[in-house]
């Protein structure tokens, strides 16, 4: 299972940007996906995630770190395994490097489905500046 994330950039502040990540590889299903951000001297954050419910007819969960809260928008594409981060009002405060995560259920030994497994992407920096 790999993720392959793609998007980032250099973006004057006040621009907008949008990253892609998929999740490639065999496995049962994906329980959440999202993206972290680690900028120089920090420690990684989360910046917005979905997590599949797992109940039918329920709108998944999404969570956004408050500092990006009306400017960035996660999304979801199933079919594509893809998730992505609409990033727009960009400030010099977003400039990091952006990982995706995704907790990915495999298949057992048996065949069934196995246990969720963390995975990361390899990262795409974001640089925000005039």
């Known amino acids: 299972v790999q993720l392959q994330a793609s998007g980032g950039g250099l973006v004057q502040p006040g621009g907008s940007l949008r990253l892609s990540c998929a999740a490639s590889?065999?496995?049962?299903?994906?329980?959440?996906m999202g993206w972290y951000r680690q900028a120089p001297g920090k420690q990684r954050e989360l910046v917005a995630g979905i997590t599949t419910t797992g109940v039918i007819n329920t709108h998944d969960s999404i969570n956004y770190d408050d500092s990006v809260k009306g400017r960035f928008t996660v999304s979801r594409d199933n079919a594509k395994n893809t998730v992505y981060l609409q990033m727009n009002s960009l400030k010099s405060e977003d400039t990091a490097v952006y990982y995706c995560?995704?907790?990915?259920?495999?298949?057992?030994?048996?065949?069934?489905?196995?246990?969720?497994?963390?995975?990361w992407g390899q990262g795409t920096l974001v640089t925000v500046s005039s």
């Open positions: 590889g065999r496995f049962f299903s994906i329980t959440r």
């Open positions: 995560n995704a907790g990915i259920r495999l298949y057992g030994a048996t065949g069934l489905p196995g246990d969720t497994v963390d995975y």
